[in-house]
């Protein structure tokens, strides 16, 4: 699936200049999958909602800050993104940084999506996809829910695009570890 | 069998009633900023339509004749540039100009201050007063 030609699609044009019914389309298009991303960063349902309430009210009010129409999606999440790093600093909390170790990508290692098909038990995958670091997560999350293109990723979060690459690779590194450690079946039983 | 995106929205997809709310209470909340924004962009769509479509020829005429008159005024200024002197003619206009100043001055210093005319013997009061000193002096 790809974002650009749907992205074309959305009413990006009409909510820019105030149309209310555009703007219904637009939010309820992506509030889901920005309540998903939230939730799996912040994990407590309450802030996910203030904040995707946050996004929601900053998206409107700086849409005239967006360049590029088809980049919605990506906007959206950098706003979603910088607010719950916001958030973890207010609580007090420092940024989680993870392991921000720079190796460079293995093509041989699966791709998580493939992984993530190859399992009966969605929700044991899933529950691996929790153990890993918040910024291997969110990076994960991101490739795998709006399958976000590296260089987007790297413009949500704020990161290089190498640390990218790199939270990546850890992400897919340890998934395929857990996977292989605990198969899905085991997990089910 | 289910996409990861869809095992994904699947976990959060209990909040979707809820997010329809909040979706509703926030555009509900931005509404006066919508209508602003949206008022703005009808009133320039009305001007456009109202005054500029109608009178399409009209403006293309302005804009035409505009258009000639800043390709004349163009050619214009690139005809008639500045001269340039050299240091020489600027030394010698200065001091000509110098000289002028001091020949004015000149010229008009006799005007500014006139000089007074001495009084003529025959006035009254002028002739008689240092006449009576003298006498008085001769008394004593």
């Known amino acids: ?189 | 069998m289910p996409s990861p995106r869809d095992i994904l929205l699947a976990r959060h997809g209990a909040a979707e009633p809820r997010l329809d709310v909040l979706r509703a209470t926030v555009l509900a909340r931005v509404e006066p900023t919508l209508n602003r924004r949206a008022s703005l962009l009808t009133t320039l769509r009305a001007v456009w339509r109202e005054l500029v479509v109608p009178c399409r020829p009209v403006w293309m005429t302005l804009a035409a004749v505009w258009a000639v008159l800043l390709v004349l005024n163009g050619t214009g200024r690139s005809r008639g540039e500045a001269p340039v002197f050299s240091a020489n003619e600027i030394t010698a206009a200065m001091t000509q100009w110098v000289e002028r100043r001091r020949v004015l001055a000149e010229l008009a210093a006799p005007a500014a201050t006139p000089a007074r005319k001495p009084p003529e013997a025959g006035i009254p009061g002028h002739s008689h007063l240092p006449s009576v000193t003298a006498t008085t002096r001769s008394a004593c």
């Open chain 1, 1 to 189: 699936m790809s974002s650009a030609p749907e992205s074309e699609l959305l009413p990006v044009a009409l909510a820019r200049a105030g149309d209310s019914d555009a703007w219904h389309r637009l939010l309820r298009r992506y509030q889901l999958p920005l309540f998903t991303f939230v939730q799996e960063l912040v994990r407590h349902e309450a802030t996910s909602f203030d904040l995707v309430q946050a996004t929601f009210v900053r998206a409107v009010r700086h849409i005239g800050t967006l360049r590029d129409d088809v980049r919605f999606g990506s906007w959206l999440f950098g706003i979603a993104h910088q607010l719950c790093v916001q958030h973890w600093r207010r609580s007090g909390r420092e940024q989680p940084l993870g392991d921000l170790l720079d190796a460079t990508p293995d093509d041989n290692v699966p791709d998580p999506r493939d992984l993530v098909l190859r399992a009966e038990q969605g929700e044991a995958l899933l529950a691996l996809v929790d153990a890993l670091p918040p910024p291997q997560r969110a990076v994960l999350v991101l490739h795998v829910l709006e399958e976000f293109s590296l260089e987007e990723i790297s413009g949500i979060t704020g990161a290089p695009l190498g640390t990218v690459k790199s939270r990546l690779h850890h992400a897919k590194r340890a998934l395929r570890e857990r996977l292989q450690l605990n198969p899905p079946d085991a997990l089910a039983t």
